[in-house]
């Protein structure tokens, strides 16, 4: 059971880039997946996250009506569609799992799967 992130880049101040979690062993819709950031020298923190249903979502402040969460359940990937960007979205963005979760959180204690991250750089 892996999760994997990709996506991540260099882009400048007002860009856009496309997170992908990509899931092997396992089925992606069948799970809630959160989104975390990390910056350099601060604590791991909660960007996003889709319920199981993808009837609920959660945006952190900053990142709301920027960032959209989004499921394609046929390629069994979880995307994060992330458009102007902003020097303070730097940062290695990874994803979470847990399995059959019809609420939402950006806590980290609330999943239990994690994959590797990718990195995500504004700047001009």
């Known amino acids: 059971v892996q999760l994997q992130a990709s996506g991540g880049g260099l882009v400048q101040p007002g860009g856009s880039l496309r997170l992908s979690c990509a899931a092997s062993g396992f089925t992606l819709d069948d799970y809630a997946i959160g989104w975390f950031l990390q910056a350099p020298g601060k604590e791991r923190e909660g960007v996003s996250c889709?319920?199981?249903?993808?009837?609920?979502?959660y945006y952190k402040d900053s990142v709301r009506g920027r960032f959209t969460i989004s499921r394609d359940n046929a390629n069994n990937t979880v995307y994060l569609q992330m458009n102007n960007l902003k020097p303070e979205d730097t940062a290695v963005y990874s994803c979470?799992?847990?399995?059959?979760?019809?609420?939402?959180?950006?806590?980290?204690?609330?999943?239990?799967?994690w994959g590797r991250g990718t990195q995500v750089t504004v700047s001009s």
């Open positions: 889709i319920s199981t249903s993808g009837g609920r979502t």
């Open positions: 979470a799992a847990r399995k059959r979760q019809y609420t939402c959180s950006g806590l980290q204690t609330f999943f239990d799967t």
